[in-house]
């Protein structure tokens, strides 16, 4: 991983110093490979899922993705805005992202939903984290960033769990 103090910065006006904007960068760069991973994992699933309830599931993972590829924007430009670069490509992310490798062979609705719920959840945990750790940094509109995916994030997790409770 790279560190805070290896971050390149461009200069701004921005007025956040430098050595927050730098670790704010590194954060944000660790949930920006967190949320592309899971992206493609929930796209796996949509593409992948089969059983009776293959339309709900195959339309409600659509919604999911579509959901994180807007946070996936919304994460790099917070990146580029706050004088860093963001570390988006393929490559990247699958050596950085710290959830696991999709289950591949997973096929009936309730294998993908159990492995999403599984990611979600440690997704979800990541991003409270992060909203602590912006405060503590001085960053409220990253905090905000975060607070919203979280709130969304927490729904679209008791969307998945909801399949498996009864
Ligand atoms: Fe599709």
Do not use: C
């Not at 994992?41 to 899922?49: E, F, I, T, Y």
């Not at 490798?101 to 159990?114: F, S």
């Amino acid at each position: 991983m790279v560190t805070a103090a290896k971050t390149r910065l461009y200069p701004t006006q921005i007025d956040l110093p430098a050595e927050a904007r730098a670790q704010l960068v590194e954060l944000l760069n660790q949930s920006l490979a967190d949320t592309l991973d899971l992206k493609t994992q929930v796209k796996q699933a949509h593409w992948n899922v089969k059983g009776m309830n293959f339309i709900a599931l195959h339309e409600m993972f659509d919604t999911f993705a579509g959901t994180l590829e807007n946070y996936v924007d919304m994460l790099a430009e917070r990146i580029t805005a706050l004088g860093g670069i963001a570390r988006g490509t393929a490559r990247i992310v699958a050596q950085t992202s710290n959830l696991p490798e999709y289950d591949l062979t997973a096929e009936e609705g309730r294998t993908h939903l159990q492995a999403l719920a599984a990611r979600y959840g440690q997704y979800a945990a990541a991003v409270r984290r992060n909203i602590d750790r912006t405060t503590e940094l001085g960053d409220a509109d990253t905090a905000d960033l975060f607070t919203e995916i979280s709130r969304q994030i927490d729904k679209d997790l008791w969307f998945i769990e909801a399949h498996l409770q009864a």
